[in-house]
Every structure is written in C-alpha cells, then in structure tokens.
C-alpha cells in the first residue's frame, strides 16, 4: 500500500512570512498533485508535477517534485490570509492505480 | 469549473437505516469517485466507477455500495448506517471522454453525514 505523509500537521504564521510544507513517502509516485481546501468546500487543484526535479510556480507558491518522485514540497512566499487553508498532496501509482491522499497540512495565515 | 453536485449537502441520520449520497455531474467525465475524509486521515477512497455498470473497490468500501446507471450519476449508499460511517463524502470526476484514471480530479462540495 502506497502512503502519504504531511508536514507538518499544523502550521500558524503571522502574514509575510515565508514557509514550506513537505509530502513524503517511500513509494515512487508517476505523478504528484497538490490540493487546497477551504471549509465546507471541496479541494481544489494547484497543481501536478510528473518529473523528477520538476519545479512549478504559481505566483507566490513553489511546487517541486524530488529526484526520485518519492516527495515534494510546497514554498509559499509572503504568506497572505487568504492562503489559509488544508493543504492536501496526493500521488498516482506507476501502473494506474487511483490516487492515493496525505492527510494535509492546516494552515493559518493570521493578520 | 467541473458542473458537480452533490445531494444532500447535510444529513443526520439514525444508526442502521438506508442512505443514499448522489453524484450529479454536467462534463462528460468517464471516471467517478467517492472518497471519506475524516480529521488526520485526508481523503480514502471508498469505490470509484470506470464508465456505466462498472464499479471496483477503494480502500475503505466495507459498509459501502456504488451503482453508476448513467455516465452523469453516480450513487452511494450506506445500507445500515453506523456511527462509524459519520464523515465528510465527497464525490469526485475525472478523466474527460476516454482519458485515463489518474487524470486531474475534480471535487464536488462534499456532503456532511451524522450517523447518531
């Protein structure tokens, strides 16, 4: 069984300031999505990676895939309360298999 | 925005009666998922649809049953609900036309279920 793991679970910083949050796993994954969601909504698509290596930017937000598509990492730059959320990353499997979920990472961006 | 709904939004309900969640989406989307999501166990899938009539199991489908009789609905039901079995539902699609199972997913809004 492939498995996902977030870190950290829960994160509060004060608006401005940088942070990263990291998807970890032992299993290689073909492709990595990360996810956002707010409360009472369902998640929404950041972002995919498919390289190794793979960097993609999305405005204040850095999405790198590792080397060996085992992890990734999420950068946010100047953090803004609108930012705040649950951030989800998910893995699809070499050989189709459906994605499979970390449990995410809550973050709060205060004012 | 994938045109997903999902209906109930809200239900409480009494342990060991019938539930039924529906998935309506408006894209012409081959693959349809339900997923769980419960506090520190992100999002489990519970079984997913690969086109009309055809179903398989997720990670968590012990209790749960799928039926997907046209491309646009996909049903799930909970044939004696247990407390265990409260949680967030969403309902999720991907995979426009013949596209492949690990395509981009789209979430619908989710429906909250209390089992008392």
């Known amino acids: 069984t492939q498995l996902l793991e977030q870190s950290p679970q829960f994160l509060s910083i004060q608006e401005g300031e940088n942070l990263t949050v990291y998807c970890n796993s032992s299993?290689?994954?073909?492709?990595l999505q990360w996810y956002r969601q707010e409360p009472g909504e369902g998640p929404v698509l950041l972002v995919t990676?498919?390289?190794?290596?793979e960097v993609k930017k999305l405005k204040r937000l850095t999405f790198q895939f590792g080397d060996a598509r085992k992890d990734s990492s999420l950068h946010i730059t100047a953090a803004q309360p609108g930012d705040t959320g649950l951030y989800l990353c998910?893995?699809?499997?070499?050989?189709?298999?459906?994605?499979?979920f970390g449990p995410g990472t809550r973050l709060s961006v205060l004012p | 925005d994938a045109g997903i709904t999902q209906s109930p939004r809200h239900k409480v309900t009494e342990t060991g009666t019938p539930v039924t969640l529906r998935c309506h989406q408006t894209?012409?989307?081959?693959?349809m998922y339900w997923y769980r999501q419960d506090p520190g166990h992100g999002l489990r899938l519970i079984h997913y649809?690969?086109?009309?009539?055809?179903?398989d199991k997720g990670e968590v489908s012990d209790g749960y049953s799928v039926s997907r009789s046209k491309t646009e609905d996909f049903l799930l039901t909970l044939e004696s609900a247990t407390s265990s079995q409260t949680s967030v539902y969403f309902c999720?699609?991907?995979?426009?036309?013949?596209?492949?199972?690990?395509?981009?997913?789209?979430f619908g809004p989710g429906t909250r279920l209390t089992v008392l």
């Open positions: 990676v498919v390289t190794g290596g």
């Open positions: 299993s290689v994954f073909s492709s």
């Open positions: 998910a893995g699809a499997g070499n050989y189709g298999q459906n994605f499979v």
């Open positions: 894209e012409n989307h081959r693959y």
């Open positions: 999720a699609i991907s995979g426009r036309g013949a596209g492949r199972l690990t395509d981009t997913q789209y």
């Open positions: 649809s690969y086109g009309v009539k055809d179903t």
